[in-house]
Protein backbone atom coordinates (compact mmCIF):
# COMPACT_ATOMS: atom_id res chain seq x y z
CA UNK A 1 0.00 0.00 0.00
CA UNK A 2 1.80 3.52 -0.85
CA UNK A 3 2.17 6.02 1.77
CA UNK A 4 1.08 9.41 1.54
CA UNK A 5 3.08 12.26 3.10
CA UNK A 6 1.32 16.17 2.27
CA UNK A 7 3.65 18.58 2.31
CA UNK A 8 2.75 21.30 4.42
CA UNK A 9 4.38 23.84 2.46
CA UNK A 10 1.09 24.55 1.04
CA UNK A 11 -0.59 24.37 4.42
CA UNK A 12 -2.04 27.32 5.75
CA UNK A 13 -0.02 28.66 7.95
CA UNK A 14 -1.79 30.64 10.23
CA UNK A 15 -3.68 27.34 11.14
CA UNK A 16 -1.12 25.03 11.03
CA UNK A 17 -2.48 22.56 14.20
CA UNK A 18 -5.63 22.32 12.91
CA UNK A 19 -4.28 22.02 9.40
CA UNK A 20 -2.35 18.79 10.30
CA UNK A 21 -4.80 17.43 12.35
CA UNK A 22 -7.04 17.47 9.38
CA UNK A 23 -4.70 15.50 7.01
CA UNK A 24 -3.96 13.21 10.09
CA UNK A 25 -7.74 12.57 10.25
CA UNK A 26 -7.71 11.86 6.48
CA UNK A 27 -5.81 9.49 6.34
CA UNK A 28 -2.17 10.71 5.80
CA UNK A 29 0.49 8.27 7.03
CA UNK A 30 3.40 10.97 7.61
CA UNK A 31 4.02 14.69 7.57
CA UNK A 32 6.88 16.07 5.03
CA UNK A 33 8.14 18.90 6.30
CA UNK A 34 10.11 21.31 3.51
CA UNK A 35 13.34 23.33 4.86
CA UNK A 36 14.68 26.23 2.55
CA UNK A 37 17.70 27.96 3.51
CA UNK A 38 17.45 30.82 0.25
CA UNK A 39 20.95 29.46 -0.70
CA UNK A 40 20.39 25.66 -1.89
CA UNK A 41 17.49 26.79 -3.44
CA UNK A 42 16.11 30.21 -4.15
CA UNK A 43 13.33 30.45 -1.22
CA UNK A 44 13.06 30.09 1.98
CA UNK A 45 11.07 28.36 4.12
CA UNK A 46 11.04 27.05 8.04
CA UNK A 47 12.80 25.46 10.60
CA UNK A 48 13.64 24.29 14.14
CA UNK A 49 11.33 26.44 16.39
CA UNK A 50 8.50 25.47 13.76
CA UNK A 51 9.47 21.54 13.80
CA UNK A 52 9.67 21.95 17.52
CA UNK A 53 6.45 23.05 17.81
CA UNK A 54 4.94 20.85 15.67
CA UNK A 55 6.60 17.64 17.48
CA UNK A 56 4.64 19.23 20.52
CA UNK A 57 1.27 18.70 18.79
CA UNK A 58 1.25 15.49 16.73
CA UNK A 59 2.42 12.12 16.65
CA UNK A 60 2.84 11.90 13.48
CA UNK A 61 5.86 10.72 11.97
CA UNK A 62 7.57 13.83 10.64
CA UNK A 63 9.74 13.50 7.21
CA UNK A 64 11.95 16.56 7.08
CA UNK A 65 13.71 17.54 3.58
CA UNK A 66 16.44 19.55 4.15
CA UNK A 67 17.04 21.57 1.20
CA UNK A 68 19.81 23.52 2.78
CA UNK A 69 23.71 23.38 1.74
CA UNK A 70 25.97 21.13 4.08
CA UNK A 71 23.48 19.86 6.10
CA UNK A 72 26.34 17.97 8.12
CA UNK A 73 25.92 21.76 10.32
CA UNK A 74 22.25 20.65 11.36
CA UNK A 75 21.44 17.02 10.97
CA UNK A 76 21.80 16.93 15.16
CA UNK A 77 19.47 19.63 16.19
CA UNK A 78 16.92 18.91 13.33
CA UNK A 79 16.84 15.13 15.08
CA UNK A 80 16.89 17.02 18.72
CA UNK A 81 13.96 19.57 17.20
CA UNK A 82 11.28 16.05 16.59
CA UNK A 83 12.44 14.75 12.67
CA UNK A 84 11.77 11.12 12.56
CA UNK A 85 13.58 11.31 9.32
CA UNK A 86 15.96 13.55 8.07
CA UNK A 87 16.08 13.56 3.72
CA UNK A 88 19.41 15.48 2.41
CA UNK A 89 20.37 16.43 -0.96
CA UNK A 90 23.56 14.65 -2.18
CA UNK A 91 24.09 17.82 -4.17
CA UNK A 92 23.92 19.49 -0.88
CA UNK A 93 27.81 19.09 0.38
CA UNK A 94 30.96 16.73 -0.10
CA UNK A 95 30.43 12.53 -0.32
CA UNK A 96 32.36 12.50 2.81
CA UNK A 97 30.29 15.09 4.16
CA UNK A 98 26.86 13.58 2.81
CA UNK A 99 27.95 10.38 4.47
CA UNK A 100 28.73 12.27 7.77
CA UNK A 101 25.38 13.77 7.95
CA UNK A 102 23.79 10.27 7.49
CA UNK A 103 25.52 8.53 10.04
CA UNK A 104 24.98 11.33 12.69
CA UNK A 105 21.33 11.07 11.93
CA UNK A 106 21.57 7.42 12.18
CA UNK A 107 23.36 7.92 15.77
CA UNK A 108 20.27 10.12 17.13
CA UNK A 109 18.66 7.08 16.29
CA UNK A 110 16.48 8.13 13.30
CA UNK A 111 15.56 7.50 10.18
CA UNK A 112 17.97 8.69 6.93
CA UNK A 113 16.83 9.47 3.49
CA UNK A 114 18.97 10.42 0.32
CA UNK A 115 17.46 12.87 -2.36
CA UNK A 116 18.33 13.86 -5.77
CA UNK A 117 17.29 16.96 -7.78
CA UNK A 118 16.15 16.08 -11.01
CA UNK A 119 19.14 16.67 -13.51
CA UNK A 120 21.16 14.38 -10.81
CA UNK A 121 21.45 11.09 -12.00
CA UNK A 122 20.34 7.49 -10.23
CA UNK A 123 24.14 6.51 -9.77
CA UNK A 124 24.80 9.40 -7.88
CA UNK A 125 22.87 7.76 -4.39
CA UNK A 126 25.06 4.50 -5.21
CA UNK A 127 27.23 5.33 -2.27
CA UNK A 128 24.72 5.79 -0.24
CA UNK A 129 21.89 3.39 -0.20
CA UNK A 130 22.97 0.76 2.51
CA UNK A 131 22.81 4.23 5.10
CA UNK A 132 19.59 4.92 3.88
CA UNK A 133 16.17 4.32 4.88
CA UNK A 134 14.56 6.07 2.40
CA UNK A 135 15.38 7.75 -0.94
CA UNK A 136 13.85 10.79 -2.77
CA UNK A 137 13.61 11.35 -6.24
CA UNK A 138 12.37 14.89 -6.76
CA UNK A 139 10.53 15.37 -9.60
CA UNK A 140 10.58 19.35 -9.52
CA UNK A 141 13.04 21.59 -9.09
CA UNK A 142 13.28 22.32 -5.48
CA UNK A 143 12.24 25.39 -3.83
CA UNK A 144 8.61 25.95 -4.48
CA UNK A 145 5.62 23.91 -3.81
CA UNK A 146 2.62 23.88 -7.33
CA UNK A 147 5.00 23.16 -10.04
CA UNK A 148 4.73 20.57 -12.83
CA UNK A 149 5.57 17.26 -12.60
CA UNK A 150 8.23 15.87 -14.61
CA UNK A 151 7.67 12.73 -16.56
CA UNK A 152 11.09 12.25 -17.56
CA UNK A 153 11.75 11.29 -13.71
CA UNK A 154 10.04 7.91 -14.13
CA UNK A 155 13.07 6.30 -15.60
CA UNK A 156 15.17 7.26 -12.63
CA UNK A 157 12.62 6.41 -10.32
CA UNK A 158 12.51 2.70 -11.91
CA UNK A 159 17.09 2.81 -11.78
CA UNK A 160 16.72 3.83 -8.06
CA UNK A 161 14.08 1.06 -7.39
CA UNK A 162 16.26 -1.76 -9.38
CA UNK A 163 19.48 -0.62 -7.55
CA UNK A 164 17.49 -0.57 -3.93
CA UNK A 165 15.98 -4.02 -4.68
CA UNK A 166 19.43 -5.53 -5.17
CA UNK A 167 21.19 -3.83 -2.01
CA UNK A 168 18.54 -2.40 0.22
CA UNK A 169 15.15 -3.99 -0.45
CA UNK A 170 13.71 -2.50 2.97
CA UNK A 171 14.53 1.20 1.56
CA UNK A 172 11.78 3.27 1.00
CA UNK A 173 11.37 5.15 -2.61
CA UNK A 174 9.72 8.94 -2.51
CA UNK A 175 8.49 11.17 -4.48
CA UNK A 176 8.56 14.99 -4.61
CA UNK A 177 7.10 17.69 -6.65
CA UNK A 178 3.86 17.60 -8.88
CA UNK A 179 2.52 14.57 -7.68
CA UNK A 180 -1.80 14.64 -8.40
CA UNK A 181 -4.05 11.93 -8.44
CA UNK A 182 -2.60 11.14 -12.25
CA UNK A 183 0.61 11.46 -11.85
CA UNK A 184 0.42 9.28 -8.83
CA UNK A 185 0.07 6.41 -10.59
CA UNK A 186 2.87 6.97 -13.12
CA UNK A 187 5.16 6.96 -9.68
CA UNK A 188 3.63 4.06 -8.19
CA UNK A 189 4.34 2.10 -11.11
CA UNK A 190 7.85 2.98 -11.10
CA UNK A 191 8.10 1.81 -7.72
CA UNK A 192 7.81 5.10 -5.45
CA UNK A 193 6.27 3.46 -1.91
CA UNK A 194 5.89 6.87 -0.41
CA UNK A 195 4.21 10.11 -2.66
CA UNK A 196 4.79 13.53 -1.14
CA UNK A 197 1.87 16.04 -2.25
CA UNK A 198 1.23 19.71 -1.48
CA UNK A 199 -1.15 21.23 -3.50
CA UNK A 200 -3.03 17.75 -4.35
CA UNK A 201 -3.54 17.50 -0.83
CA UNK A 202 -3.82 20.66 1.11
CA UNK A 203 -5.07 22.80 -2.20
CA UNK A 204 -8.27 20.74 -1.83
CA UNK A 205 -11.19 21.26 0.28
CA UNK A 206 -12.07 17.65 1.11
CA UNK A 207 -8.10 16.43 2.23
CA UNK A 208 -9.98 13.08 2.84
CA UNK A 209 -11.11 12.39 -1.04
CA UNK A 210 -7.56 14.10 -1.84
CA UNK A 211 -5.46 11.08 0.02
CA UNK A 212 -8.04 8.41 -1.32
CA UNK A 213 -7.09 9.60 -5.03
CA UNK A 214 -3.59 9.00 -4.13
CA UNK A 215 -3.51 6.10 -2.52
CA UNK A 216 -5.86 4.99 -5.58
CA UNK A 217 -2.98 5.15 -7.79
C1 LIG B 1 9.50 21.50 -3.34
C2 LIG B 1 9.17 20.71 -2.11
C3 LIG B 1 7.93 19.93 -2.19
C4 LIG B 1 6.67 20.74 -2.42
C5 LIG B 1 5.76 19.89 -3.25
O1 LIG B 1 10.77 22.01 -3.21
O2 LIG B 1 10.22 19.80 -1.82
O3 LIG B 1 7.77 19.07 -1.06
O4 LIG B 1 6.01 21.11 -1.24
O5 LIG B 1 4.65 20.63 -3.62
P1 LIG B 1 3.63 20.14 -4.72
O6 LIG B 1 3.10 18.81 -4.28
O7 LIG B 1 2.60 21.22 -4.74
O8 LIG B 1 4.40 20.03 -6.01
ZN1 LIG C 1 9.90 18.28 -0.24
Same mark, same amino acid.
Given at each position: ????????LA?????????????????? %????? %???????????????????????????F??????????L??????C?A????V??????D????????L?????????????????????????????? %??V????V??G????????D????LR????M???V??A????????V?????A???D???????????????P?R?????A????
Amino acid at each position: MIKVAPSILAADFARLGEEIEDVRRAGA %DMLHF %DVMDGLFVPNISFGIPVLKSLRRSTDMFLDVHLMIDRPLRYAERFCEAGADLVNVHVEADSPENIRAALEKVRACGKKTGITLKPATPAEAAAPYLELA %DLVLVMTVEPGFGGQSFMADMLDKLRRVRAMLDAVNPACELEVDGGVNAQTAALCADAGASVLVAGSAVFGKPDRAAAIAALKQA
